[in-house]
């Protein structure tokens, strides 16, 4: 099986770091002209644009805060300026404001929430207006459009002490099942991937000594994700290979939703 993505444009939110990056960089060499989109951290969004076009690929990078309808309206603006079209939305921007849900803020419930759900819904509505109004292009792609959502696999798994994080990849499932009922007969496909821990700078807390012996006990694959590992999943999800599947979730994740826990237990 042969992959490319030549001819076709992507968008990735939340690329300026960790799995959105190096999604960028998978799809950018599968020969996708590649939108890295960032909120706060221009310099390596702008490094990591350059690497590509270095490496004789296409990449802009273009700062905006997903969770506001304007900054969507001129991110996406921006894309079609640039490379007149779009057929990849990587919706993955996300965050983490971890709390006992005794102490939790209202602020830092909707922030997470802002970002996570809200930012992937006006992401993927702009999106589908996008390619409803292009329409097909068979030369590219079977699909007339391709959405991947980042979701966790919190989507599933219950997780105390992050209940707004849960919460919004909880909504994810539903947004991305919804839409995709919704918008299957116009030929646009609609997934989600769910990775569980994978080895980012973000995470480094998590993945190292005793505490990646801990989280290793919930793997039962054995090792920490990278984030490759679902940057392939990523480029396959928006290529004809996987024509076929729409509505569905795609854990990558080791194992972690096997609820290992009950293996000599329950
Ligand atoms: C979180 C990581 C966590 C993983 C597994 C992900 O959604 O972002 O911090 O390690 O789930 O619990």
Redesign the pocket.
């Given at each position: 099986m042969h992959i490319s993505l030549d001819k076709q444009v992507a968008l990735v939110t939340g690329a300026s770091s960790g799995l959105g990056a190096a999604a960028a960089k998978g799809l950018a060499e599968a020969g996708a002209a590649v939108v890295i989109n960032y909120n706060r951290h221009g310099e390596p969004a702008e490094k990591l644009a350059e690497d590509i076009r270095q490496a004789g690929g296409k990449a802009i990078a273009v700062g905006a805060d997903v969770s506001r309808e304007a900054d969507v309206e001129r991110l996406f603006a921006k894309v079609i300026d640039t490379f007149g079209a779009l057929d990849i939305l990587l919706a993955n921007s996300?965050l983490?404001k971890d709390a006992a849900t005794v102490d939790m803020t209202l602020a830092d419930w909707n922030a997470v929430l802002e970002v996570n759900l809200t930012g992937q819904f006006l992401c993927v509505r702009a999106a589908l207006r996008q390619f409803i109004q292009q329409g097909p292009r068979p030369w590219v792609s079977r699909a007339t459009g391709k959405i991947i959502h980042m979701?966790?696999?919190?989507q599933l798994?219950p997780?105390a002490g992050?209940a707004n994080?849960a919460a919004s990849?909880g909504g994810v499932d539903l947004l991305m099942r919804s839409v995709a009922q919704e918008v299957g007969e116009q030929h646009i496909r609609v997934n989600s991937i769910?990775?569980?821990?994978?080895r980012t700078a973000?995470?480094a807390a998590?993945?190292q000594g005793d505490a990646e012996r801990k989280?290793l006990e919930?793997i039962p694959y054995g090792r920490i994700g990278e984030a490759e590992d679902v940057a392939n999943a990523v480029v396959w999800l928006a290529s004809d290979a996987s024509d076929y599947v729409h509505g569905t979730t795609l854990f990558i994740?080791g194992g972690?939703s096997l609820y290992p826990e009950f293996r000599n237990n329950g």
């Amino acid at each position: 099986m042969h992959i490319s993505l030549d001819k076709q444009v992507a968008l990735v939110t939340g690329a300026s770091s960790g799995l959105g990056a190096a999604a960028a960089k998978g799809l950018a060499e599968a020969g996708a002209a590649v939108v890295i989109n960032y909120n706060r951290h221009g310099e390596p969004a702008e490094k990591l644009a350059e690497d590509i076009r270095q490496a004789g690929g296409k990449a802009i990078a273009v700062g905006a805060d997903v969770s506001r309808e304007a900054d969507v309206e001129r991110l996406f603006a921006k894309v079609i300026d640039t490379f007149g079209a779009l057929d990849i939305l990587l919706a993955n921007s996300g965050l983490q404001k971890d709390a006992a849900t005794v102490d939790m803020t209202l602020a830092d419930w909707n922030a997470v929430l802002e970002v996570n759900l809200t930012g992937q819904f006006l992401c993927v509505r702009a999106a589908l207006r996008q390619f409803i109004q292009q329409g097909p292009r068979p030369w590219v792609s079977r699909a007339t459009g391709k959405i991947i959502h980042m979701s966790s696999v919190h989507q599933l798994i219950p997780w105390a002490g992050h209940a707004n994080y849960a919460a919004s990849k909880g909504g994810v499932d539903l947004l991305m099942r919804s839409v995709a009922q919704e918008v299957g007969e116009q030929h646009i496909r609609v997934n989600s991937i769910a990775p569980g821990a994978i080895r980012t700078a973000i995470n480094a807390a998590n993945t190292q000594g005793d505490a990646e012996r801990k989280l290793l006990e919930l793997i039962p694959y054995g090792r920490i994700g990278e984030a490759e590992d679902v940057a392939n999943a990523v480029v396959w999800l928006a290529s004809d290979a996987s024509d076929y599947v729409h509505g569905t979730t795609l854990f990558i994740d080791g194992g972690m939703s096997l609820y290992p826990e009950f293996r000599n237990n329950g």
